[in-house]
C-alpha cells in the first residue's frame, strides 16, 4: 500500500514538472495578450528611410532644388546638384542634415526637410506574414500593431492553415539573438479569443504552416 502512494505521489510530480516545461505549441513560449484598441497611443520607432520609399525633398526658397524622387532598389537617391546620396538607414532628419551639408557648397546656409511620402521600409520596419495565408505579405509596421492587425491586412487564413500552431520569429537587436513564439490564429480568428491578440514588433516574421489533414 505505501508503495502504491509513493508510485503515485512520483507519477504526479513527473506529470507537473512535464506541464511546466511546455509552454506554448512545440514547447514556445508565448507573448502575453494585447488588447484590440490600445489604450494609449505611443509614437511608433523613429522611421527609416528604405529602399523605394518616395521623398518629398524642400529647399527653403530654392523651388528649383526642391523635388519629389524614389530611393532607388541600390538605396540612394539624385536631386539636382546632387547624385547618389545614400538614403536608406538614414531618419528623415539625418537625410535632411546630410543634403544640406552637401548643398551648401552651392548655395549659403541652406535650409532642407525631407517627408516620407510612401513607404516601403526596411526589413527591420517591417512585418512579414508567410505560409498558410489568403496572400503572404510584408507589411510597413505601424505603431500599436497587433497580430489581428496584420491578419487584417493579409486577408486572414487560408483553407487548410494550421493557425494554432503558427509560429512568430522575433529579433533582439540587443543580444543578437532570435526567439520562436507560438501563435494561436485560429482561437484569435474563429473564436474572437482576446488573449490570442498579442503586439506585434517591426521585424517581425509569422509563419503559418498548413495542417495535415
Not at 67 to 95: E, F, Y
Request: hydrophobic share 40%; glycine share 10%; aromatic share 6%.
Amino acid at each position: 500500500m505505501r508503495v502504491g502512494v509513493v508510485s503515485l505521489v512520483a507519477a504526479t510530480m513527473l506529470s507537473g514538472m512535464l506541464s511546466g516545461c511546455g509552454g506554448g505549441a512545440g514547447g514556445r513560449p508565448e507573448l502575453p495578450a494585447a488588447t484590440f484598441v490600445a489604450t494609449k497611443e505611443q509614437p511608433g520607432e523613429e522611421y527609416v528611410i528604405g529602399p523605394l520609399d518616395s521623398l518629398q525633398i524642400f529647399v527653403w526658397r530654392n523651388p528649383e532644388l526642391s523635388s519629389k524622387v524614389q530611393v532607388r532598389p541600390d538605396g540612394r537617391i539624385t536631386t539636382p546638384l546632387i547624385a547618389d546620396m545614400p538614403a536608406v538607414g538614414k531618419t528623415p532628419a539625418m537625410l535632411a542634415a546630410d543634403m544640406k551639408l552637401a548643398l551648401g557648397e552651392y548655395i549659403k546656409d541652406p535650409i532642407v526637410s525631407v517627408i516620407v511620402d510612401s513607404f516601403s521600409g526596411t526589413y527591420s520596419q517591417q512585418v512579414r506574414i508567410v505560409g498558410a495565408t489568403q496572400k503572404p505579405a510584408s507589411l510597413p509596421y505601424r505603431a500599436n500593431m497587433t497580430l489581428l492587425d496584420a491578419m487584417i491586412a493579409v486577408g486572414g487564413l487560408g483553407e487548410y492553415a494550421a493557425g494554432n500552431k503558427a509560429r512568430l520569429i522575433r529579433y533582439d537587436r540587443a543580444t543578437g539573438k532570435q526567439t520562436e513564439y507560438a501563435l494561436k490564429i485560429g482561437r484569435l480568428l474563429k473564436n474572437g479569443d482576446a488573449s490570442a491578440n498579442v503586439k506585434l514588433e517591426p521585424g517581425d516574421v509569422v509563419i503559418i504552416p498548413e495542417s495535415m489533414f
